[in-house]
């Protein structure tokens, strides 16, 4: 991909934070909206996290895309991000100051696996920007929904079996597929040696 948060990120794993601060009513009103969020447009929540915890797991050439809910505790929003799985895995790496022997990267994995309303706190700015959170914005999601069907697109992905689309110098467009056909039940990636183009990965 170009060069950006996107572009290149070393994973130096030192850090981990999870919502473990949250009320339990605030937990409870979180998961609910996550499950109300995961469900919209007839998409299986069991399927989203599926596709969630692959892109944790993955560690071939392939960087398969998530949809993780990020709350900036730096400045009080949250907002949905999404990133490749490694990325995301160096982030609460970073976040947390976890170092990268077996154990501390086991558990990094393992916190994050266990998270299933994919909510993440963080108060590294270093961290957020492993993220990507600065390549785009929601507004830029909606925006992009409104001329894409993609639950139309998504039916056809999963009926097809197959599909790729190019998206030479333009990382932020790319993205902002994944991010919608991972809402809609589509896990997507890029292969680290095809540079530009996303592609459908059949779990």
Same mark, same amino acid.
């Given at each position: 991909?170009?060069?950006?948060?996107?572009?290149?990120?070393?994973?130096?794993?030192?850090?981990?934070?999870?919502?473990?601060?949250?009320?339990?009513?605030?937990?409870?009103?979180?998961?609910?909206?996550?499950?109300?969020?995961?469900?919209?447009?007839?998409?299986?929540?069991?399927?989203?996290?599926?596709?969630?915890?692959?892109?944790?797991?993955?560690?071939? !050439?392939?960087?398969? $895309?998530?949809?993780? &809910?990020?709350? @900036?505790?730096? %400045?009080?929003?949250?907002?949905? =991000?999404?990133?490749?799985?490694?990325?995301?895995?160096?982030?609460?790496?970073?976040?947390?100051?976890?170092?990268?022997?077996?154990?501390?990267?086991?558990?990094?994995?393992?916190?994050?696996?266990? !998270?299933?309303?994919? $909510?993440?706190?963080? &108060?590294?700015? @270093?961290?957020? %920007?492993?993220?990507?959170?600065? =390549?785009?914005?929601?507004?830029?999601?909606?925006?992009?929904?409104?001329?894409?069907?993609?639950?139309?697109?998504?039916?056809?992905?999963?009926?097809?079996?197959?599909?790729?689309?190019?998206?030479? !110098?333009?990382?932020?467009?790319?993205?902002?597929?994944?991010?919608?056909?991972?809402?809609?039940?589509?896990?997507?990636?890029?292969?680290?040696?095809?540079?530009?183009?996303?592609?459908?990965?059949?779990?």
């Amino acid at each position: 991909m170009g060069k950006n948060s996107y572009s290149i990120i070393k994973e130096e794993i030192p850090n981990l934070h999870l919502p473990n601060q949250l009320p339990m009513r605030k937990n409870i009103l979180l998961l609910s909206f996550a499950l109300i969020t995961m469900s919209f447009g007839g998409v299986n929540p069991t399927e989203i996290y599926a596709h969630f915890a692959a892109a944790v797991k993955n560690k071939s !050439n392939v960087q398969y $895309f998530a949809v993780i &809910k990020v709350a @900036d505790l730096t %400045q009080g929003t949250v907002r949905e =991000v999404c990133a490749p799985g490694s990325f995301i895995r160096s982030a609460l790496h970073k976040e947390m100051k976890y170092d990268y022997d077996n154990q501390s990267v086991a558990l990094v994995e393992h916190m994050a696996l266990i !998270n299933f309303d994919r $909510f993440f706190e963080f &108060k590294n700015p @270093d961290a957020i %920007q492993l993220l990507g959170a600065d =390549v785009y914005t929601e507004a830029d999601v909606l925006q992009i929904e409104k001329g894409i069907n993609f639950t139309t697109l998504a039916k056809q992905i999963k009926q097809w079996g197959t599909w790729q689309m190019e998206f030479k !110098n333009d990382d932020k467009k790319m993205i902002l597929y994944a991010h919608a056909l991972f809402n809609h039940g589509v896990l997507t990636g890029e292969d680290n040696n095809r540079l530009g183009t996303l592609i459908y990965v059949d779990l």
